[in-house]
């Protein structure tokens, strides 16, 4: 699971800087920089949750 989560937040990353390296694509960047941020939330709520089961 933390694998996938880390593949990601990569790729999220590498989505955000294409595109605020190209003026064009500034709204990939921008979806790039959402889904960085709620992959990071939904990581840490599974996180939490798990600590809380055990």
Known sequence: MWTVLIIL???WAVLAVVGFAF???L?????G?????GTVIF?????SAARNAS
């Open 9 to 11: 937040l990569i790729a």
């Open 23 to 25: 003026e064009g694509l």
């Open 27 to 31: 709204w990939l960047g921008i979806i």
């Open 33 to 37: 920089i959402v889904l960085f941020v």
């Open 43 to 47: 990581g840490l709520v599974r996180r």
